[in-house]
């Protein structure tokens, strides 16, 4: 069942053609041109993996991996989002290239969306590293400002890496507890975060303003590939890597922190880093270590057996 192919045929019918009668009737009534695009998600990473669904909707086992294991997919769909022009203040359509009310072509375009995931009490939190992986997929321009062509991603996260679940852990301790409006976790792309979590790209295809369609990377092709974390110095502006956790990782290598620049310490850091060879996945797992001390220490019995392995197991070989 998984070919690239399919893939391709799969988008044109369940989104191209969707999303061209869409826009053709939001043209008509003004109104916004956005579908619900989860279950497209969905039958998008069956394709491309070959796994079957559970016939879950929104809830339950999106995936069928084997005859006892499941993965969960959740779709974050970055394309006709509302924007806004900057001179009448009023909203503005994606496909829309100037204001239909005032004529204005300053437009500040939207890509707030993001992955969700719910967890309500303990119950759903012990629930949330039940999946053997999750799939991210993702609908976005390749280019922010030019509503044209289209990027199609699904990124694999094992939910006991150490980025996801004790990140997890701390958002329903430390944020939702205290949140008053009990909203869902926001997992952005791109974002140093969504980085910690050790993402890998399974799949990725370019959708033409033609409505052509090339695909990049398709399991099959044993083309996947990781997604690092990069240079620590450009997550410089994350308020979750802080000087805090910073100077704890420099006293773990007996070493000392002679910037107060947050951006200054870091590229000294991984200069420490790349001398001593620690790979992403390593520095991924050193990273939540100190990020999350707090969850360790308070909340270690929802922590995974196998994340604190991961954890043991990297900080061993550092």
């Known amino acids: 069942m998984n070919n690239a192919k399919l893939s391709e045929e799969l988008l044109k019918d369940l989104f191209i053609i969707l999303r061209a009668n869409l826009l053709k009737w939001s043209k008509i009534t003004n109104q ?24 879950s909707g929104a809830r339950g086992r999106d995936l069928l991996i084997g005859k006892s294991e499941f993965g969960e997919i959740k779709t974050c769909y970055r394309i006709d989002q509302l924007g806004t022009c900057l001179d009448c203040k009023k909203q503005v359509a994606s496909f829309e290239l100037e204001c ?3 004529g204005g072509n300053s437009i500040e375009r939207k890509d707030d969306s ?17 999946p053997k992986e999750y799939f991210l997929v993702l609908f976005e321009f390749i280019e922010f400002n030019n509503p044209k062509d289209i990027n199609v991603f699904i990124y694999t996260v094992d939910p006991n890496t150490a980025g996801f679940s004790l990140c997890m852990i701390d958002y ?52 996947s590939k990781l997604i690092e974390l990069g240079n620590l110095s450009k997550h410089s502006r994350s308020t979750t890597l802080t000087l805090k956790v910073i100077e ?22 991984q200069e420490i880093l790349n001398k001593k060879k620690i790979t992403n996945s390593q520095t991924a797992d050193l990273l939540s270590n100190f990020i999350y001390k707090d969850v360790l220490i308070k909340n270690k019995k929802f922590v995974p057996n196998k994340t604190l392995e991961e954890i043991k197991v990297s900080l061993d070989q550092i």
């Open 172 to 223: 329903f301790f430390n944020i939702r507890s205290k949140s008053t409006s009990k909203a869902p976790f926001n997992l952005w792309p791109h974002q140093f975060k969504f980085f910690l979590m050790k993402p890998k790209l399974i799949y990725h295809s370019i959708i033409k303003q033609d409505d052509t369609i090339t695909t990049k990377i398709f399991p099959k092709d044993n083309n």
């Open 100 to 102: 239909l009310f005032c």
């Open 114 to 130: 993001k992955w969700l995931i719910t967890i309500k009490d303990e119950k759903e939190l012990k629930e949330i590293f039940e």
């Open 248 to 269: 704890d990782i420099y006293k773990f290598f007996k070493s000392e922190n002679r910037s107060k620049d947050k951006e200054t310490s870091l590229k000294i850091l």
């Open 32 to 55: 916004t041109p956005q579908a619900r695009m989860g279950y497209v998600g969905q039958h998008l990473t069956s394709i491309v993996t070959g796994y079957k669904g559970g016939k």
